[in-house]
DNA sequence: TTTAAATTTAATGATTTCTTAATGATTTTC
DNA sequence: GAAAATCATTAAGAAATCATTAAATTTAAA
């Protein structure tokens, strides 16, 4: 996963802005145009995206929509100074940040590092003796680090996501597995009891992850 | 070596200034042209410059590039408060840190030792029984020195710089080898076995490059 | 050019995760 | 309380992924 992902046609700026925020220790990567913008993002994912309005290719708006499709991966747009139009003003309301050129690294920094700080709180959900977080994937018990595999981490985090909620097993499946595998719905009873080995106190009496009847499981 | 080159024209400033990091047991030395400057930092080299952006021969934009081309020496930029305009700002970007006068002699030698020791941190990375020395490309283990191949130290490198982070296998990969790589991604893991040989502890049981089970690896 | 070191490839072995299927336990319905 | 439905548990095997090894290739050094 990219911590920022910068789509940006000049290359000194961006090398520029690349040196500073690996020196705070980001993992940039970064593309001249934004096919290949979206191309690695589709590939390796990003945090945040630092985008230049001005594209040789593809226009920011397009851009914005299709990172936006999917995830919410807050962006933040790079424009100039004479730029300001109606159609620019409607592309920055949906970013979460804008920055004029030419701007002060430092606060371009200061920018990024508030964004990251409010998308914490978003990213990793807390809940009892449970700590999940999504951006690295790791998830700790009473502080202690516990390995989940790729599907009861899956598990894990929808019904996190949705506390009190009962889910259907026909919905965690779909969630997980998706709608055309070929598995058994029986597979899912089986991540749920191996989860419950791993993250229960009394995992003979699960008291988080709790069986409703005939309809699913709810994270309590 | 030089410690910190200072360019500038005013004899009095470049006196004083000269005095204060003497004071501080840093070696400067002085040049009062961007020529005098560029020679005298391609002899000796130097770990710091600072730049009057107003110089009577080159201009500090052409000096700021030259500096740049081959090292990533930190340059603070002197300027006088009338300057900004757009082109300063684009020369700002590029330096360090930069200081308007009048100034605050302390101030300036705290932004100095900011410097220092920001780049101090960033270019060497301590964690458990291990050292790693960016600037010099040396690895220690409980101060032994090891030598490690190209790939190794970069692949530890990036993993150090990430501690806690799962790193994906794709991810280390163009990082390392460079997206347009014909490698296979395989070559990773021996890569991830020969490093480990040198700097785990048991090599058997790695505690230091953890696997993240079909995800990648991870420095804890 | 020769030699050594570093890197890559490919094949095999080991481990982990996932799935299936069978059996046992629990809850609901009648 | 018995039957039916649903869920839990277990264990074994399949699939996926990672580790190891050795040999081949490339690169760098002497």
Redesign the pocket.
């Known amino acids: 996963m990219i911590d920022i992902l910068i789509a940006e046609d000049h290359k000194e700026i961006c090398e520029l802005i690349t040196d500073f925020l690996r020196a705070e220790n980001y993992i940039v990567s970064t593309a001249e145009t934004g096919e290949k913008a979206l191309s690695l993002y589709e590939k390796y994912g990003a945090r945040l995206v630092l985008l230049d309005i001005h594209l040789p290719d593809i226009d920011g708006f397009s851009i914005c929509e299709k990172l936006r499709r999917n995830d919410n991966v807050p962006i933040i747009i790079i424009t100039a100074r004479t730029d300001r139009d109606d159609k620019l003003n409607g592309i920055l309301l949906g970013a979460d940040d804008y920055i004029e050129k030419p701007f002060d690294i430092e606060i371009l920094i200061a920018k990024i590092k508030g964004i990251f700080k409010r998308r914490l709180a978003r990213d990793i959900i807390s809940d009892g003796d449970i700590l999940l977080n999504i951006s690295d994937g790791t998830v700790t018990k009473n502080g202690i680090q516990t390995?989940l595999?790729?599907?009861?981490f899956e598990l894990l985090k929808i019904l996190m996501q949705n506390k009190g909620q009962t889910l259907t097993?026909e919905f965690l499946f779909n969630r997980i597995?998706g709608s055309d595998?070929?598995?058994?719905l029986?597979?899912l009873?089986?991540?749920?009891?191996?989860l419950?080995e791993k993250i229960e106190n009394d995992?003979?009496d699960?008291q988080k992850i709790v069986?409703?009847?005939?309809?699913?499981?709810r994270w309590s």
Chains 1, 2 share one sequence.
């Open positions: 390995e595999s790729a599907k009861e097993k597995w595998s070929e598995s058994e029986q597979t009873t089986v991540h749920i009891k191996y419950r995992p003979k699960p069986t409703v009847w005939g309809k699913g499981y």
